[in-house]
DNA sequence: ATGTCACGCTGGGCGTGA
């Protein structure tokens, strides 16, 4: 099975670009993030053009998650939500059964800052997703893929003095949220083919971040009763294009997993 | 260099979030 999780910063300014990584890697399902759209205003039809169907946890003008499938590819058992989770007004988790694995796909709250109410919040959803990837590794085949907003080691951080006491993403309670994960049995996908050197998914649209390397790894792959054969990071579609279309702050990662 | 995007509300600049 290929996966991808890309959160592309809203589907719909984000469409002509979405063929695009479709085309390149063929993936089996694509966990999304931030699609930043109503329901009656996801792109179903479009996606059938490109042989595509989509289930989707959405919520308007923030947020919002989807599974991509390709056609042919049997997509039953949908949870919209969280079980547990400290936000349900907000759609951050959908999770199927994909040709017979548990597939999740999740955007965890950006925490903003320590000191304020939201920090607690992403604390909260990572123990919640826990608790949920608990119930469902016991169950089978398991890939809970998205946007963590945590960067689990100095490594994954282009340089930890960008990011001082009270900033979010590398602090150790987020970081002990992931080890909770990993103690499950969850093997971090990326890391275990890259054991070593930096794999960053996001660099920030301001000063040149992305052409400077000023990254962070925090889009993960979680994998459970799967191997894990090839990780990469699609950096063209970080890029401008031919087009002019321009391109999410976060890149696919690209996961194949074998049974 | 906190230097960019994308959204809704409204009809183009501001507030919000990342």
Redesign the pocket.
């Known amino acids: 099975m290929r996966l991808i999780t890309w959160n592309v ?2 589907l ?3 469409w002509p670009r979405v063929p695009e990584v479709l085309e390149a890697h063929a993936p089996d399902v694509v966990c999304l993030q931030e699609t ?1 759209l ?1 329901a009656d205003a996801f792109p179903h039809a479009a996606l059938a053009e490109v042989g595509y169907s989509a289930v989707e946890a959405s919520e ?3 947020n919002g998650v989807a599974l991509l499938v390709r056609d042919g590819l049997e997509v039953t058992d949908v949870v919209r939500d969280l079980p547990g989770g400290p936000v349900p007004e907000e759609a951050r988790w959908i999770e199927a059964t994909v040709d017979g694995v548990r597939v999740a796909s999740v955007y965890v ?2 925490g ?1 800052e320590v000191v304020s109410e ?1 920090y607690p919040r992403k604390l909260d959803f990572l123990a919640a997703m826990r608790d949920r990837l608990a119930v469902l590794c016991a169950d089978g085949p398991t890939v809970v893929a998205g946007d963590f ?1 945590v960067a689990p080691e100095d490594r994954d951080v282009w340089d930890m003095a960008a990011f001082p006491e009270g900033s979010t993403h590398v602090t150790a309670p987020e970081r002990a949220g992931l080890a909770a994960i990993v103690a499950l049995g969850m093997v971090d996908a990326q890391r275990a083919v890259l054991p070593d050197g930096e794999a960053f998914t996001w660099w920030d ?4 971040a992305f052409h400077r390397g000023h990254g962070l790894r925090i889009d993960l792959a979680y994998v459970a009763g799967l191997g894990v054969t090839s990780v990469t990071v699609d950096r063209t579609a970080r890029r401008n294009n031919e087009a002019g279309d ?1 391109p ?1 702050d976060h890149a696919p990662l690209v996961v194949d997993l074998a049974r």
């Open positions: 910063n809203s719909k300014a984000r930043k109503a308007g003008r923030w709250p950006n903003r939201w907003n649209y301001r000063g040149g321009k999410s």
